[in-house]
């Protein structure tokens, strides 16, 4: 039986969650912001792809242990790319990013975007297809992945766009906060089901169904 809870510390060691296709290592990196990195393993072919290098390039290319297929970067935000350089330097492994955030990310770090995601997208790694969500309001380009795991429930990588207890941060802005609760409610709730297990940027995971309840709520409150 699994043990698998996606309580991670910085500093601490991974989590692992095997699925029949797909393993999924999370860890916890820099101790200001407690980023969450995610590494993808197709477990058919041993391909793998990272969910935002956010920092510690060393603890992450130690994760990695060797070849990488892709760097998915969720959003434009610098606490999501710190390490990105150096992990693309390490393992020339192209970059992908939302196709409106895709600028600022190379500003920001140097490293190009070798594929700008749309929504409907899907990204592979190996024989396992992830979907691509394209979520605008906590900035513009934000994208989650979803794995529809055909042996069980889907996953689904939010980034910040989506934590338990609410939806991320749009800074005092009532236009963006319209939009991402719009995108939230539509594009991820309207789709996918209430198992659905989603693994944020920050902090722990969550589950739809126990989130669903209080989208009224978090329209009401404004955040």
């Known amino acids: 039986m699994s043990t698998?809870?996606?309580?991670?510390?910085?500093?601490?060691?991974?989590?692992?969650?095997?699925?029949?296709?797909?393993?999924i290592t999370k860890l916890a990196v820099d101790e200001k912001m407690a980023n969450n990195a995610y590494l993808?393993?197709?477990?058919?072919?041993?391909?793998?792809?990272?969910?935002?290098?956010a920092d510690d390039a060393a603890a992450l290319l130690d994760l990695i242990g060797?070849?990488?297929?892709?760097?998915v970067t969720t959003h434009q935000h610098w606490?999501?790319?710190r390490a990105l350089a150096e992990v693309v330097a390490a393992t020339g492994?192209?970059?992908?990013?939302?196709?409106?955030?895709?600028?600022?990310?190379t500003e920001q770090t140097g490293a190009p975007v070798a594929?700008?995601?749309k929504h409907g997208d899907t990204v592979a790694v190996g024989e396992v297809e992830l979907s691509v969500i394209a979520i605008a309001g906590h900035t513009p380009g934000s994208v989650v992945l979803v794995y529809d795991d055909p042996d069980g429930h889907p996953h689904a990588f939010t980034?910040?766009?989506?934590?338990?207890?609410?939806?991320?941060?749009?800074?005092?802005?009532?236009?963006?906060?319209?939009?991402?609760?719009?995108?939230?409610?539509?594009?991820?709730?309207?789709?996918?089901?209430?198992?659905?297990?989603?693994y944020p940027g920050h902090?722990?995971?969550?589950?739809?169904?126990?989130?669903?309840?209080?989208?009224?709520?978090?329209?009401?409150?404004?955040?």
């Open 159 to 198: 980034g910040d766009t989506l934590f338990p207890g609410g939806v991320g941060a749009t800074f005092g802005d009532a236009d963006a906060f319209a939009q991402l609760i719009d995108d939230v409610e539509t594009r991820i709730f309207g789709t996918l089901p209430d198992d659905t297990w989603f």
């Open 66 to 71: 060797g070849d990488l297929a892709a760097i």
């Open 93 to 105: 492994a192209p970059v992908y990013a939302g196709e409106p955030d895709a600028d600022a990310i």
């Open 40 to 53: 993808l393993t197709c477990r058919a072919t041993g391909e793998r792809l990272l969910v935002d290098a």
């Open 79 to 81: 606490d999501h790319h």
């Open 203 to 223: 902090g722990k995971d969550g589950v739809l169904g126990n989130e669903r309840p209080h989208l009224a709520e978090w329209r009401e409150r404004g955040w």
């Open 4 to 23: 698998y809870t996606g309580d991670v510390a910085v500093g601490g060691p991974a989590q692992v969650r095997e699925l029949a296709g797909l393993t």
């Open 115 to 117: 594929r700008r995601l």
